[in-house]
């Protein structure tokens, strides 16, 4: 495996593939990282890592450094949050069941919303909904696209109005886990626990300070500073508080599919100087292997 000795990496610590909600094979994925000159790359699909060995092939063929990744929901208070694995040991037989149990979440609300719509008259729409998340399972947008189908609504909008929105027959929580307990899987598989796009969840700045406070309590060493499509002024409010709370500096670009020119893989604003990078402090630290050290 070549990996280029070019002065500046280009590191991409989330993306999406096929084995998740993006619209690549594991494969194209990393061969169009290759393309966009990204040298270290982590696919992050949601709440598995059955992409990774494909994707791992990809990448020696291709001369990219490939790092473990996932993507795992969770519960913090009422509030649905993702935090990224990074470098974790994939064979870990503990981490491997949890994340079966996280697939399987999944297939148990889609499933609660396909019988709960049916109570109110609605055909069996599971088999539809999967085929419109691309075989993966269904979440609401989906189910809504099949009801406006099959004509039980005008629009989008009125399924969720009629069928799926809150208080309505489809409107079945998520069964996820509470975010200490994702963060301590990730913890004891040797990998590293990264809070992703914190500006995503639109929190205040003082509950997201308290999320960051509970989410490092829990071992959760790293926090996303730079996403795709955030505001300078968003870049800004995340390297103070990653300087803060003295965390380690992740960034990524969350891309799903080609196209979206404000989501590319690899294109990510700058992280300015003196944040402590996460690729410091993989098993294999990609970079200066000594810690940056002034923010000057
Ligand atoms: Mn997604
Ligand atoms: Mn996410
Ligand atoms: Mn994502």
């Given at each position: ?100 149990r996280q697939h399987e979440n999944r297939w148990a609300r889609a499933r609660m919303i396909t019988e709960r719509l049916q109570k109110t008259?609605v055909a069996d729409l599971l088999e539809k909904a999967t085929a419109k998340a691309?075989g993966d399972v269904p979440g609401r947008?989906h189910f809504?696209?099949v ?16 069928y799926l929105?809150?208080?309505?027959p489809g409107d079945v929580k998520a069964f996820w ?120």
């Amino acid at each position: 495996m070549t990996i280029p000795q070019a002065p500046v990496f280009c590191i991409d610590l989330h993306c999406h593939s096929t084995a998740s909600d993006g619209l690549l094979a594991p494969a194209d994925l990393v061969q169009r990282a290759a393309e966009k000159g990204v040298s270290h790359l982590a696919v992050t699909d949601h709440d598995t890592i059955d992409g990774l060995s494909e994707a791992r092939t990809q990448a020696e063929s291709s001369g990219i450094r490939l790092i473990n990744g996932t993507e795992l929901s969770c519960l913090w208070k009422t509030q649905t949050i993702h935090v990224v694995g990074l470098d974790f040991d994939s064979a870990n037989p503990a981490f491997r069941e949890a994340l079966a149990r996280q697939h399987e979440n999944r297939w148990a609300r889609a499933r609660m919303i396909t019988e709960r719509l049916q109570k109110t008259g609605v055909a069996d729409l599971l088999e539809k909904a999967t085929a419109k998340a691309g075989g993966d399972v269904p979440g609401r947008p989906h189910f809504a696209r099949v009801l406006v189908e099959e004509g039980r609504v005008k629009d989008a909008a009125q399924a969720f109005k009629r069928y799926l929105g809150a208080g309505k027959p489809g409107d079945v929580k998520a069964f996820w886990p509470e975010l200490s307990e994702v963060v301590q899987w990730i913890t004891a598989a040797g990998g590293i626990a990264v809070l992703a796009h914190p500006r995503k969840y639109r929190l205040t700045a003082t509950k997201l300070r308290n999320l960051v406070h509970d989410f490092k309590r829990a071992g959760g060493r790293s926090i996303e500073v730079s996403t795709s499509g955030q505001s300078s002024g968003d870049l800004g409010f995340l390297v103070e508080l990653c300087r803060q709370q003295e965390l380690l500096a992740s960034q990524g670009s969350d891309f799903h599919f080609p196209g979206a020119p404000w989501c590319e893989l690899g294109k990510i604003m700058k992280m300015p100087d003196g944040l402590e990078p996460v690729w410091h402090h993989f098993k294999e630290p990609a970079g200066v292997p000594s810690p940056v050290q002034s923010g000057a």
